[in-house]
Structures are given as structure tokens and as C-alpha cells.
């Protein structure tokens, strides 16, 4: 733009210019408007650019609380696991089952056995002093 702005400031002062330069000078609004019209553009582009980046932001935050919603789901679900096995190594709960007493089904004492060493190996024990 510069260039062909010193080619209009020459051909004003009546220097003459080759046919080259002649056309550019001929084209300099063309020119003008096409700068402006790819700042537009560029700007344009920026905003999407902005857009399109606030967006991916988004969806990774939704993503990591969905992720992190589903962990605690799991969680959840192991410690209510945890719960109920940990329930079959109390004696009280052991006579209910082998008795079918207090809403327990009636449970075999080797399957009630079964029970309660999968809640032995799967419960950790608690330290009540912590």
C-alpha cells in the first residue's frame, strides 16, 4: 500500500511512471478495499478462533465432571459393597441370615462362610483409634 501510495504521491507531481506502476496507480482503491476487506476477515477468523477455543474449554470441563461424576458413582458403589459384606462378619447378622430371622433370607452356613471370607479379603480392617 505504501508503494502504491508513493506512485500516486509521483504521478501528482508529474513525474512520469512506467505502465506497470501506471496500473498499480489505476488499482489502488481496488487494493485499498481487498486490505480492508482481509482485516475484516482476519478479524472475523480471530472471533471464530475465540469461539471455537471457549468451546473446546467447555466441553473439556463437562467431560472431567462427567468423568468425575462417574468415579464417585463407582466409589459409591465399592463402599456400599463394602458396607453390606463387612455386615456378615458381625455375629448378629450371622444368626439373623442362618436363622432367617429380623428380614434376612435364610443363607446355608457354607454359603454364609463364602460371605464372609469374600468380605475378609475384600474389606479392609478399620482401625477404630485413627
Same mark, same amino acid.
Given at each position: 500500500?505504501?508503494?502504491? %501510495?508513493? $506512485? ?9 511512471? #512506467? ?5 498499480? !496507480?489505476? =488499482?489502488?482503491?481496488? !487494493? ?13 477468523? /480471530?472471533?471464530? /478462533?475465540?469461539? +471455537? ?10 467431560? /472431567?465432571?462427567? =468423568?468425575? %461424576?462417574?468415579?464417585?458413582?463407582? +466409589?459409591?458403589?465399592? +463402599?456400599?459393597?463394602? $458396607? ?8 448378629? !447378622?450371622? =444368626?439373623?441370615?442362618?436363622?432367617? !430371622?429380623?428380614?434376612?433370607?435364610? +443363607?446355608?452356613?457354607? %454359603? ?14 478399620? #482401625?477404630?483409634?485413627?
Amino acid at each position: 500500500q505504501l508503494k502504491l %501510495e508513493d $506512485y500516486k504521491d509521483r504521478l501528482k507531481k508529474g513525474e512520469a511512471l #512506467n505502465q506497470d506502476q501506471l496500473e498499480a !496507480v489505476e =488499482k489502488y482503491d481496488e !487494493v485499498v478495499h481487498n486490505l480492508e476487506f482481509a482485516k475484516e476477515l482476519q478479524k472475523t477468523f /480471530s472471533g471464530l /478462533s475465540q469461539d +471455537l477455543l471457549k468451546a473446546q474449554k467447555k466441553a473439556q470441563r463437562r467431560e /472431567s465432571l462427567l =468423568k468425575l %461424576e462417574a468415579e464417585k458413582k463407582k +466409589l459409591r458403589t465399592i +463402599l456400599q459393597v463394602q $458396607y453390606v459384606l463387612q455386615n456378615f462378619t458381625q455375629e448378629h !447378622v450371622q =444368626k439373623d441370615f442362618k436363622g432367617g !430371622v429380623n428380614g434376612a433370607i435364610y +443363607l446355608p452356613s457354607k %454359603e454364609l462362610n463364602y460371605l464372609i471370607r469374600f468380605a475378609k479379603l475384600t474389606c479392609p480392617e478399620r #482401625n477404630e483409634n485413627l
